[in-house]
């Protein structure tokens, strides 16, 4: 048996909340929603992809985002990526410890911990 890759990343967010989860994730990120499937759909939640990337977001009640568990996110443009977090109002924190790569921590509107990350040379 071999794992080959992810198919996405579930991060929870509070009932309500997918409009905000919506201008952060395609508006201030560039992610494109995708439909969820009908099945699915009335359960509350949105996601969103961006080239093979599937980050999925689901309703949960008594939603409480965790300080340190958090996907990381291969960018290109990571300070294009840092300025738009920033302009949106989301405060980001440089992170220097990780050799061959510059990286930064945020987290989205719903409080969820965001790694990205770009390779350096």
């Given at each position: ?8 990343v579930?991060?929870?967010a ?29 359960r ?41 977090v ?27 911990r ?8």
């Amino acid at each position: 048996m071999t794992i080959t890759g992810f198919d996405h990343v579930l991060l929870a967010a509070p009932p309500g909340s997918e409009e905000r989860l919506r201008t952060f994730y395609a508006g201030v990120l560039g992610m494109t929603e995708i439909p969820k499937p009908p099945a699915l759909a009335g359960r509350g939640g949105c996601w969103f992809a961006s080239g093979t990337v599937q980050l999925h977001l689901g309703i949960e009640r008594e939603h409480r985002p965790s300080a340190k568990a958090h996907p990381a996110l291969r960018v290109t443009g990571i300070d294009a990526v840092a300025a738009a977090v920033r302009a949106a109002g989301t405060d980001i924190v440089w992170d220097t410890a990780l050799p061959g790569q510059r990286r930064f921590h945020c987290v989205d509107p719903v409080g969820n911990r965001l790694e990205f990350l770009e390779p350096t040379g």
